[in-house]
């Protein structure tokens, strides 16, 4: 039986939950921290996920779901096997305006952050000598509070920082999302295998829809230069022997420039339909 760990809280929980209730297992509808589904030949475990690296990369479960970031703070043996696209944020330094131009001016300050092997193997890898101060939460105040110089942490929109005086600066140490993660000793087998197609099939359909239209003959050509699908779309003969009927995958952020060009170029009876599942 697979064993894989799920977020119990936080931001990655809810989406890797659904993300996973689209891939055909078992939803956790109450507050469980072990889910057996013997259906589908898994048995889930929710677990912090900041610890979920750390049960990964020791092999007590199989694989797991968890951020980029806390992946690589963990300095566990765990790897990253698929990003998911979600649960996407920056990791940036940050400190009063005017006090540090560069990350190279970090030398000889303290670093104040909730990821401490994270920042300090950045620092180690451009030869950068600095105090890292841990803290569980709440850093953008340790500058105020005399405690650091330079703040190290997850950046969305940068309104908690500019409130607590501070600015980014730099480039950002590390872009970061949910991703699917396995231990790094062991090859992924059949079950992880299967978990790592289906999840690849809702990523898919999250992505992309399906595209219908009629086509006059002599236009189709141009109709499918314009909807290539993913190997070749379909093209099948309509009653009317001067028409035919497409179908494509495209793009879901493309959709209305899409159907802009089909119709300029003839097509009409467009319609544009959502993708459940899909397998590639």
């Given amino acids: 039986m697979l064993r894989i760990a799920v977020p119990n809280k936080g931001s990655l929980s809810e989406p890797s939950i659904e993300l996973l209730a689209e891939a055909g297992y078992r939803r956790r509808r109450d507050r469980e921290l072990v889910l057996p589904d013997p259906d589908n030949d898994v ?58 131009g560069s990350v190279e001016d970090i030398t000889g300050k303290r670093v104040a952050t909730s990821y401490d092997v994270l920042v300090g193997n ?92 009629d086509v006059p003959v002599e236009h189709v050509e141009k109709a499918v230069a314009v909807t290539p699908g993913l190997e070749s779309p379909t093209v099948s003969p309509l009653h009317d022997g001067n028409w035919r009927a497409v179908r494509a995958m495209v793009r879901r952020e493309d959709t209305n420039r899409v159907m802009d060009e089909l119709y300029e170029v003839g097509a009409r009876a467009i319609i544009v339909t959502s993708i459940h599942a899909s397998r590639l």
């Fill in 43 to 100: 048995e889930f475990f929710f677990l912090r996920p900041r610890d979920i690296a750390v049960y990964v990369g020791s092999g007590t479960v199989d694989i797991g779901i968890t951020g980029r970031d806390l992946l690589l703070d963990s300095g566990t043996s765990a790897v990253e096997h698929r990003p998911l696209g979600f649960g996407r944020s920056t990791f940036r330094f940050a400190a009063p305006p005017g006090t540090v």
């Fill in 122 to 213: 950045y620092l180690a890898e451009r030869g950068i000598a600095a105090e890292v101060v841990h803290l569980d939460g709440a850093v953008e105040s340790s500058v105020q509070l005399g405690i650091a110089d330079v703040v190290a942490d997850v950046v969305e929109t940068g309104s908690t920082l500019r409130a607590a005086g501070l600015e980014t600066f730099g480039e950002p140490i590390l872009d970061s999302e949910a991703v699917l993660i396995r231990p790094a000793s062991r090859p992924a087998d059949a079950g992880v295998a299967v978990l790592d197609r289906r999840i690849q099939g809702v990523l898919v359909a999250r992505q992309y829809v399906l595209i219908d239209y």
